[in-house]
Structure formats: C-alpha cells, structure tokens
C-alpha cells in the first residue's frame, strides 16, 4: 500500500511496539519503557490506535491500557487522541467491529484514520513517541469500505517505524519471538529490540530460554523486567542507548 506522509517530527522517534502474543505485557513494558524516557530528560506520547474491551462511561468508552499510556505520556494527551478506535466487546477488533457494522451502528474501521491518528500526535514534537498495537503482529482490522483486507502492521508499515518486541517468557515464546521476528523482518521493518517480559518468573529454564533468543534474533535485548507490581519500579531496566536514545 502506498505510503501516508505523516512522518514524526525531525528529531521525533518513534517506535511501534508489539508482542508474541496478546496478555504478554505490552502495556506494562510500554508503560516502563515511556517512564525510562521521562527519567532520561525525553517528553514522551503514547499512541494505541485500536483497543477492544472498553468499559462504558460518562465520558466515552475507555480502555484500561489506553488510560495507563496516557497517564505514563508526559505530554497532555487528550483520551481520544491516544485511543481514538475503541470497541467494548472484549474480543478482536475486527469481529468487535464486524458486529456493531452489520447492525448499521459502525463504519469499518479504515487505516487512513489511524494515520490521522499518528500524525496529529507527532505534530506535539514529543522527543519520543510509542504506538502499541493490539494483540500481535498481524493483528486483522477486517475490510474497509473499499473491500480491502487490512492489518494494524499495514499502519507501522506504511509509517516505516521501528519495531520493538515484547516476548512474554512462557513455554513457547521462542517460536512466537522467531516467527514474530521474522514477519516483521521480511515486511521490511527494522526490529530495534526486543524485551523479555519475565511474567511467569517459575517458568522452567527461564536463563536458557533467553539465552537463546539473545542469539537466534538479530535486535538487541533491550531490557529483562521482572514480575512487578507497577511499570514505574521497573523503569531502569532499559538500555535506552540500544534505541538511540541519548540525552
């Protein structure tokens, strides 16, 4: 698909930040990896473009994760601006959004919102800026109103952002980590790093298992955090320096 010039500002960095999986931490790691910036002297935006499983409110439907990168952002963001797709059924988006279209309550969901999206919050000149995904890599938007299949990677495709990987450490993250990798390799996007999400901490040969992704993927390890309790405790486990992100 053609590209949509909404390239972040010049000095801006930007990265597109998915996991092996969905429930692997990508939230908490962007949550951290967003306060290890902060720390560091960088301002910082958060984007999630598209989220499932809202819960309704006064103000809109809001989405637990979308709520924490706004708070973690430390440029006032607006709710919108940071999740402007939002479904309340806790399904995939594209079936959440399949139903509410064949009940005429919505239009498909079209790529070319998701780069307004990420224009208007590169405009702000954050020094950086994180886009999480949903669920995986190939994340199904379903059909826009041309018939097209669409994908959330077609987005970070278009945009040609970087890509970090969270690999939620269980028994099978290797495969997911490798073929994940590999997806995001051949659509020929940089993988700036990857981060082991050592969330099932009893998990058998947890050293081993990281050891080998150290030296079957080509990005570098960026951080090892630990199962804990808020995204704050964990922020100094990033090497900002591998991302290029120097003060």
Known sequence: ??????????????????????????????????????????????????????????????????????????????????????????????????????????????????????????????????????GGWRLPLGKNNNGQEQFLSDFAIAEKLPVILVVGMRLGCVNHALLSAQAIERDGLRLAGWVANMYEPDMPFLEENIQSLQHLLTAPLLARIPRAHSPESVKTSFELQQLGLIK
């Open 1 to 134: 698909m053609p590209r949509i010039d909404t390239q972040p500002s010049q000095g801006q960095q930007a990265f597109f930040v998915t996991g092996t999986d969905t429930e692997v931490g990508k939230t908490f790691v962007s949550c951290a990896l967003l306060a290890a910036c902060a720390d560091a002297g960088f301002s910082t935006a958060a984007y999630k473009p598209v989220s499932a499983g809202c819960e309704v409110t006064p103000n809109g439907l809001r989405n637990e994760d979308a709520l924490q990168l706004q708070q973690a952002s430390n440029i006032a963001l607006a709710y919108n601006e940071v999740n402007p797709i939002a479904f309340e059924e806790p399904i995939a988006p594209h079936l959440a959004c399949a139903n509410l279209v064949a009940m005429g309550k919505a239009q498909p969901i079209e790529l070319s919102s998701i780069h307004r999206g990420f224009s208007a919050l590169a405009a702000k000149q954050s020094d950086v800026l994180l886009v999480e995904g949903a």
